[in-house]
């Protein structure tokens, strides 16, 4: 195990393309490490505000799922005291939506949306922390070469997913222009960023709700809260396991609702998912989806899904939306160059690929 990221435990894997040997290797890797046998169904989560779940020990696991950021926000936790935990999930909820206000590209009011609106004209003074959450995403258009680039958003916004509709050759060819994440101006001490050419647009979505997700894992850490797990969508962080058991994350198989190609017992660690499936239309059997390829302004296609596991969402996140614009090649490269993360692709063809440490962890068998 010493190959492995300290804070993964194992990997079941349930899809033909990794052999039932393998399967069980992960699954007696996780109970040797943890001391904790696999129990499929942990981590279910139930509806409506601040809802009692199971009780464990002397204490009980409380939950609430809510619609905000446009994605499924859900929070779950572990406490003795009812009203403490409801007010932890009230206070994680309300991050999200003071996050949202402040980036959503869909609230006329943001910060982001007065960015766009302006950015071009003048410097926007932003804020500390959307100023540093944009230096941190233009630190992965580096550490990527350019596969992650919020200047995506110059194509991105011509497409309407929900509508079927995207640009037509001129209106594509004008958007891919404005993407080159160097054409933002950054000025550190004014806490101010500007375009440095008109068709610019800038968009979070690929960082910010792993961002939100530790906002929220650190409000219940500041409140002693120590088993819990925040979601938004496809990201995930997770902190400590259920009381004796590991949380159990599922991989969604890309092309079946119903199933999963892997199934993750994971405990103190962020996962997050990015796939081809999750917005999109498809027209003369091509599939438009929500990933762009800042090289091309059109929908990255060489796989179909990415995981992507490590210490922190927001980095988990922006990395799984960057390797899903690498590719199978390019993307392990660059996971397997980087301590304490793992990957899991599926690619075009269906075919699993995974990290290196998560290869040794079978062959160390
Ligand atoms: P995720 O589901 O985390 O992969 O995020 C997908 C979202 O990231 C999209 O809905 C866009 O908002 C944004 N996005 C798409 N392509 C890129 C890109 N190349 N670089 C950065 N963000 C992107
Ligand atoms: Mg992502």
Redesign the pocket.
């Known amino acids: 195990m010493q190959n492995l990221s300290p804070v993964f435990f194992a990997l079941l894997m349930l899809a033909p393309a990794v052999s039932a040997e393998v399967q069980s290797a992960f699954q007696q890797k996780v109970m040797q490490k943890t001391g904790l046998s696999v129990k499929q169904d942990a981590g279910t989560v139930s509806s409506s505000d601040c809802q009692q779940g199971a009780q464990a020990d002397e204490g009980y696991w409380w939950s609430d799922h809510q619609a905000i950021m446009g994605t499924d926000i859900t929070v779950e936790l572990w406490h003795q005291d009812k009203r403490l935990a409801c007010s932890a999930i009230a206070a994680v909820m309300a991050e999200m939506k003071r996050i949202d206000r402040v980036m959503s590209p869909y609230i006329e009011t943001s910060v982001l949306s007065q960015l766009n609106r302006k950015g071009a004209y003048r410097p926007v003074f932003v804020g500390r922390e959307l100023f540093a959450l944009i230096e941190q995403s233009l630190e992965f258009s580096r550490s990527t070469g350019g596969a992650f680039d919020i200047t995506y958003a110059s194509a991105g916004r011509h497409y309407s997913y929900r509508d079927g509709l995207k640009p037509d050759g001129d209106t594509l060819a004008a958007a891919v222009d404005a993407i080159d994440y160097h054409n933002l101006i950054l000025d550190v001490k004014a806490q101010t960023i500007a375009f440095s050419k008109a068709g610019v647009s800038v968009d979070l979505g ?2 910010g ?2 961002y939100a997700v530790d906002r929220g894992i650190g409000i219940l850490a500041s409140l002693g809260i120590t088993q819990a797990m925040v979601g938004a969508g ?2 995930s962080r997770i902190i400590g396991d259920r009381r004796g058991q590991p949380w159990v994350v599922g991989i969604k198989n890309p092309r079946s609702k119903q199933d999963n190609v892997a199934v993750l017992p994971l405990m103190d660690i962020s996962v ?3 796939g081809d499936y999750e917005r999109f239309f498809e027209e003369k059997g091509v599939r438009y989806h929500h990933i762009i390829d800042p090289q091309t302004g059109d929908s990255a296609r060489s796989v179909r899904s990415v995981t ?1 596991l490590g210490a922190h969402a927001a980095t ?6 960057s390797v ?1 614009v690498l590719g199978v090649k390019k993307g392990l490269a660059l996971i397997n160059s980087m301590e304490g993360f793992d990957a899991i692709l599926v690619d075009g063809e269906g075919q699993m690929f995974v990290s290196d440490s998560l290869l040794q962890m079978s062959a160390a068998r």
Not at 316 to 321: E, P, R, V, Y
């Open positions: 690929g960082i709700k792993g496809g990201d997050s998912t990015s992507i988990t996140d922006a990395l799984s939306t899903f």
